[in-house]
């Protein structure tokens, strides 16, 4: 599966831009990461913070459940001693005489001590009811029916409760000059089922004191004690003071999200609402954001701008090298003039520099191959036109030699006969081309047809030697060259000489070296002319052909320049009224036919 999926990326990437693949390398190793880190530090931060407030919450909690519990035992413990005070229940269930009566059985009351255990030493307010109408309302002890019409009262009775923890806000009435908030603890006193009066107890805790206390508080956020209908009952912030309604959590922004409790508080459902103060890294971030973008945009913006230069140095690059690798001047491959760097991209322009110039190199080699076939296939057109020039009507000129030989041999002249015949040879080769290339065995018989023929001409001036070494006899030279030089000696050397003369023409293996000599004991060239001749021979090229004069010599001298790829050497030396040597030399590996076909640079 790995292998299969990394075969797939590998065939998508490879058909990417390197722009787009550097593109995607900052998206994914640098935007993404670090994207992804941030929003997992930012993540860590706020969840650190909202565990933090979290637990802060539930401690505060605690510290209000602790407060509001504290509170509500002391006045539950108080009532429990007067609800088991016999005392009081008995005063309670009495039917007094007159106001009299029931002032003075009061007073008998107060001196009871278990009275005044009874109801302690706090500073909450204890009123007792009962329905006995004997009852003078005042002090501790009222009649049910003044508080029959009160709501506190109704929502007692109508709880069905024995006790319960009440709420409330009470207008001016016979108790309260002024509207007031309460915190009231009732409780039916009912311990004696046949008692022939209902009564009722309500302790009025100091509310002032238990909200100053929430206040005081350092609970480290707002705290609200709310009503199931979301009054505000208690809360460390302040709100309001204790003659003012109550307020709703609504009215003072609480946001949805912030932490919440329920409570039982003795028959009455609470709910503690808390807003804890900040950590003070939301408000730092927040202060800070400017320096936030800011590092967020140094993080983005530095590595797509180092991003970019690294883009232009490697696309660029590249995308030069491509074109370079399409452009060429004259068949020739274009190497990159400056370089610079050491990175792998410059390694390879170096080594495109390397290819190019093998390259350009081998282009050169094949192209002056071609130039040498072409000019070779020119030498030997000139020769041709050279020869055609020289007859007229070839085909008539040879029956009429072969005429004059018949004719010759009629009468007996044998040796006209011969010469005729060994002109005909000589005149055929020259105009026959159908190959430039010859055996130097085969160009002997040319050589020593010439020179027969000079032979009948000069008689006893002339004599000659030819030497063939027997392992160079298979080896091929172009045609007539051996000859043209044979012709020079004749013409030049052996003409302007009465005495006899004689030429020698030898070819030789010495080594790896091929040696061809011409020689004549003729009369020799004026030195002005031999070094002309001997830099014309040195330097020898299709241009002289078309130069009038005698260009036998040259014409030789190029097509064996020509074969041997200019690995050739032409030694001229010459001696007035004593003689000329002429000296070819080249490597025997130009002159094989086997190796010839292995150079690659012999055209036929």
Same mark, same amino acid.
């Given at each position: 599966?790995?292998?299969?999926?990394?075969?797939?990326?590998?065939?998508?990437?490879?058909? &990417?831009?390197?722009?787009?693949?550097?593109?995607?390398?900052?998206?994914?190793?640098?935007?993404?990461?670090?994207?992804?880190?941030?929003?997992?530090?930012?993540?860590?931060?706020?969840?650190?913070?909202?565990?933090?407030?979290?637990?802060? !919450?539930?401690?505060? =909690?605690?510290?209000?459940?602790?407060?509001?519990?504290?509170?509500?035992?002391?006045?539950?413990?108080?009532?429990?001693?007067?609800?088991?005070?016999?005392?009081?229940?008995?005063?309670?269930?009495?039917?007094?005489?007159?106001? #009299?009566?029931?002032?003075?059985?009061?007073? $008998?009351?107060?001196?009871?001590?278990? /009275?005044?255990?009874?109801?302690?030493?706090?500073?909450?307010?204890?009123?007792?009811?009962?329905?006995?109408?004997?009852?003078?309302?005042?002090?501790?002890?009222?009649?049910? $029916?003044?508080?029959?019409?009160?709501?506190?009262?109704?929502?007692?009775?109508?709880?069905?409760?024995?006790?319960? %923890?009440?709420?409330?806000?009470?207008?001016?009435?016979?108790?309260?000059?002024?509207?007031?908030?309460?915190?009231?603890?009732?409780?039916?006193?009912?311990?004696?089922?046949?008692?022939?009066?209902?009564? #009722?107890?309500?302790?009025?805790?100091?509310?002032?004191?238990?909200?100053?206390?929430?206040?005081?508080?350092?609970?480290?956020?707002?705290?609200?004690?709310? !009503?199931?209908?979301?009054?505000?009952?208690?809360?460390?912030?302040?709100?309001?003071?204790?003659?003012?309604?109550?307020?709703?959590?609504?009215?003072?922004?609480?946001?949805?999200?912030?932490?919440?409790?329920?409570?039982?508080?003795?028959?009455?459902?609470?709910?503690?609402?808390?807003?804890?103060?900040?950590?003070?890294?939301?408000?730092?971030?927040?202060?800070?954001?400017?320096?936030?973008?800011?590092?967020?945009?140094?993080?983005? #913006?530095?590595?797509?701008?180092?991003?970019?230069?690294?883009?232009?140095?490697?696309?660029?690059?590249?995308?030069?090298?491509?074109?370079?690798?399409?452009?060429?001047?004259?068949?020739?491959?274009?190497?990159?003039?400056?370089? +610079?760097?050491?990175?792998?991209?410059?390694?390879?322009?170096?080594?495109?520099?390397?290819?190019?110039?093998?390259?350009?190199?081998?282009?050169?080699? =094949?192209?002056?191959?071609?130039?040498?076939?072409?000019?070779?296939?020119?030498?030997?057109?000139? *020769?041709?036109?050279?020869? #055609? +020039? @020289?007859?007229?009507?070839? +085909?008539?000129?040879?029956?009429?030699?072969?005429?004059?030989? %018949?004719?010759?041999?009629?009468?007996? $002249?044998?040796?006209? *006969?011969?010469?005729?015949?060994?002109?005909?040879?000589? $005149?055929?080769?020259?105009?026959?081309? @159908?190959?430039?290339?010859?055996?130097?065995?085969?160009?002997?018989?040319?050589?020593?047809?010439?020179?027969?023929?000079?032979?009948?001409?000069?008689?006893?001036?002339?004599?000659?030697?030819?030497?063939?070494?027997?392992?160079?006899?298979?080896?091929?030279?172009?045609?007539?060259?051996?000859?043209?030089?044979?012709?020079?000696?004749?013409? +030049?050397?052996?003409?302007?000489?009465?005495?006899?003369?004689?030429? /020698?023409?030898? *070819?030789?293996?010495?080594?790896?070296? &091929?040696?061809?000599?011409?020689?004549?004991?003729?009369? @020799?060239?004026?030195?002005?002319?031999?070094?002309?001749?001997?830099?014309? %021979?040195?330097? *020898?090229?299709?241009?002289?052909?078309?130069?009038? @004069?005698?260009?036998?010599?040259?014409?030789?001298?190029?097509?064996?320049?020509?074969?041997?790829?200019?690995?050739?050497?032409?030694?001229?030396?010459?001696?007035?009224?004593?003689?000329?040597?002429?000296?070819?030399?080249?490597?025997?590996?130009?002159?094989?036919?086997?190796?010839?076909?292995?150079?690659?640079?012999?055209?036929?």
């Amino acid at each position: 599966m790995t292998g299969r999926f990394r075969n797939w990326l590998d065939d998508r990437l490879n058909n &990417l831009k390197i722009k787009k693949k550097l593109f995607l390398l900052y998206f994914y190793c640098m935007i993404l990461p670090l994207v992804l880190t941030d929003a997992v530090i930012i993540g860590l931060i706020v969840k650190r913070e909202y565990d933090t407030k979290q637990e802060t !919450s539930r401690g505060i =909690v605690s510290a209000v459940k602790y407060s509001l519990n504290s509170a509500a035992e002391e006045t539950v413990m108080l009532s429990k001693n007067i609800y088991f005070n016999k005392y009081i229940n008995e005063f309670l269930n009495t039917e007094f005489q007159s106001t #009299l009566d029931y002032y003075n059985q009061y007073q $008998e009351l107060l001196k009871d001590s278990l /009275f005044d255990s009874s109801l302690g030493t706090s500073n909450s307010i204890i009123r007792m009811y009962a329905d006995n109408g004997t009852i003078v309302n005042g002090g501790r002890f009222w009649r049910m $029916e003044s508080v029959e019409e009160e709501k506190w009262y109704r929502d007692f009775m109508d709880s069905g409760q024995n006790m319960q %923890m009440y709420f409330y806000y009470e207008d001016a009435g016979p108790t309260n000059p002024s509207p007031v908030k309460k915190l009231s603890f009732v409780r039916k006193l009912d311990r004696y089922k046949r008692d022939k009066y209902n009564k #009722l107890l309500r302790i009025d805790l100091d509310y002032n004191a238990i909200n100053q206390g929430m206040t005081m508080a350092n609970y480290g956020g707002d705290v609200y004690v709310c !009503s199931e209908t979301g009054q505000i009952l208690l809360s460390n912030t302040g709100l309001g003071n204790s003659s003012q309604n109550y307020s709703y959590i609504s009215s003072v922004g609480y946001r949805s999200g912030e932490y919440t409790e329920r409570m039982a508080f003795y028959g009455q459902e609470l709910t503690i609402y808390v807003m804890p103060y900040s950590s003070g890294v939301g408000e730092v971030m927040i202060k800070s954001f400017p320096i936030l973008v800011l590092m967020l945009l140094i993080n983005v #913006l530095f590595p797509w701008i180092f991003m970019n230069a690294l883009r232009r140095n490697f696309v660029e690059r590249i995308g030069f090298l491509s074109r370079i690798f399409n452009y060429s001047v004259e068949g020739r491959l274009e190497e990159i003039k400056s370089i +610079h760097g050491t990175d792998e991209i410059a390694s390879l322009m170096r080594n495109y520099n390397i290819m190019a110039q093998k390259t350009n190199s081998l282009i050169e080699t =094949v192209y002056k191959s071609r130039l040498k076939q072409q000019e070779m296939n020119i030498a030997r057109q000139k *020769a041709e036109l050279l020869a #055609l +020039h @020289g007859q007229i009507n070839p +085909h008539f000129l040879f029956n009429i030699l072969e005429n004059i030989r %018949m004719r010759s041999v009629l009468k007996q $002249e044998y040796e006209t *006969a011969d010469m005729i015949e060994q002109l005909a040879v000589m $005149e055929r080769q020259y105009v026959e081309w @159908g190959t430039d290339m010859v055996t130097i065995g085969e160009e002997k018989k040319f050589v020593e047809a010439y020179l027969r023929l000079q032979k009948y001409r000069f008689g006893d001036r002339l004599s000659y030697s030819i030497e063939i070494q027997e392992e160079c006899a298979g080896y091929k030279i172009p045609k007539l060259s051996l000859v043209t030089f044979a012709e020079n000696s004749c013409v +030049h050397g052996i003409e302007d000489k009465a005495a006899k003369c004689w030429i /020698f023409v030898k *070819a030789y293996r010495q080594e790896e070296k &091929l040696y061809l000599e011409v020689e004549d004991t003729g009369s @020799g060239m004026p030195e002005s002319y031999l070094y002309y001749l001997r830099e014309r %021979m040195e330097n *020898a090229n299709i241009e002289m052909l078309r130069e009038k @004069g005698r260009v036998g010599v040259i014409n030789a001298c190029l097509r064996l320049k020509m074969q041997t790829d200019g690995n050739i050497h032409f030694s001229l030396e010459s001696e007035k009224m004593v003689g000329t040597i002429v000296t070819i030399s080249a490597p025997v590996k130009y002159f094989r036919e086997g190796d010839k076909d292995a150079e690659g640079t012999v055209s036929r």
